[in-house]
């Protein structure tokens, strides 16, 4: 094979990582933001006897499978379930103008369905509909949406640098990288922390907790890049494109929340981690810490598995290291890391 042909199936080679991730890319965003309709929304109807009975149902059959309607029997009740996040929406009934309450900082967008939702409702009372938000989000994020840019560049720091120690730290024993993913999530965190606080102010308290989040977060996401690296070389870079951006945004609930997406995405939002940072700093900064626990639990669960996968490529080299003691590294590692500098960065 000529210099010409080694040098073209190089390249044509090289050029399969950027198609795969346009190709992913498409999949994932499309797939999740594309199409948006509520399955299962849950809300509430508040008021009591037959006739709260007889509009909820009436509300149901019309919804079908889009909306899990209930009864509450007080405004109280139903405003604790908001703050609670049990529910997304309550109308109330038996006041002179209807009035839906809501809780903006659990999701905008979801809000916005629910409004949707019960404006005609309230149009055939003659009356326009009153909305109350027992949540509201500060006033420097009014759509809510800044946790997920947040979300977003704390990815970007993360996944990046993990071409770095995983290339060009290649030369380095596994202990010195476990120290530099250490240090490098550190600072990515507190690049996160001051993008939440002094600058943008995205956090008007609890800082230091949102600081911690994107600290276990980022550690979380550089253990399994650079343990990944390991086996995966090259590939990494698409490896944990698909994990920590594919995958990743689309089911953090920083757009849409799981009862707006289809089950695929709606199931990952369960237990991904880039869902446990936003709902973790959701529950952190304007929920009273409810369901903070199993969301910061998410995030220990990811750092555990890239504690995991990086002991496993740490005993890997090191049978390597055994087995080829005096064998030297392959020529091309310099290009192999700038090559994947290029493509983490140019995404």
């Known amino acids: 094979m000529s210099a010409d042909h080694r040098a073209l199936r190089h390249v044509l080679t090289h050029l399969l990582t950027p198609l795969l991730m346009c190709v992913g890319m498409g999949l994932a965003y499309l797939g999740a933001f594309a199409a948006p309709e509520p399955h299962h929304l849950p809300v509430a109807v508040v008021g009591s006897g037959p006739e709260a009975k007889a509009f909820a149902q009436t509300v149901k059959d019309k919804a079908g499978d889009a909306l899990d309607v209930r009864t509450l029997a007080t405004r109280a009740t139903a405003v604790d379930q908001l703050r609670t996040r049990h529910i997304d929406g309550a109308y109330v009934l038996g006041s002179e103008v ?12 979801t809000v916005s369905v629910v409004q949707k939702i019960f404006t005609p409702v309230a149009a055939e009372q003659g009356e326009p509909l009153k909305v109350t938000d027992v949540a509201p989000t500060v006033s420097d994020d009014p759509t809510g949406q800044g946790l997920f840019f947040l979300l977003v560049a704390l990815s970007i720091g993360s996944y ?10 290649a030369a380095l024993r596994m202990r010195a990288r476990a120290l530099l993913v250490v240090g490098v999530s550190a600072v990515v965190s507190l690049i996160g922390a001051a993008f939440a606080g002094p600058v943008f102010h995205l956090a008007h308290a609890g800082l230091w907790g949102v600081w911690g989040m994107a600290w276990g977060y980022s550690a979380g996401i550089l253990l399994i890049g650079v343990g990944l690296h390991t086996f995966l070389k090259r590939w990494t870079t698409l490896a944990v494109m698909v994990l920590f951006v594919m995958l990743n945004f689309t089911s953090s609930g920083g757009v849409f929340r799981p009862e707006l997406q289809n089950g695929f995405f709606g199931s990952l939002h369960a237990f991904w981690n880039g869902a446990g940072f936003v709902e973790g700093a959701r529950s952190l900064l304007y929920f009273d810490h409810y369901g903070l626990g199993r969301y910061v639990w998410t995030l220990v669960a990811w750092l555990a598995v890239g504690a995991v996968v990086f002991t496993v490529a740490a005993l890997a080299e090191r049978r390597q290291r055994r087995a080829l003691a005096a064998a030297t590294a392959p020529a091309g590692d310099d290009e192999q890391v700038e090559e994947e500098l290029e493509e983490a960065v140019g995404v």
């Open 98 to 109: 209807p009035e839906l309450i809501v809780a903006s900082a659990g999701s905008d967008t």
């Open 160 to 169: 990046a640098s993990v071409a770095v120690l995983g290339g060009a730290g």
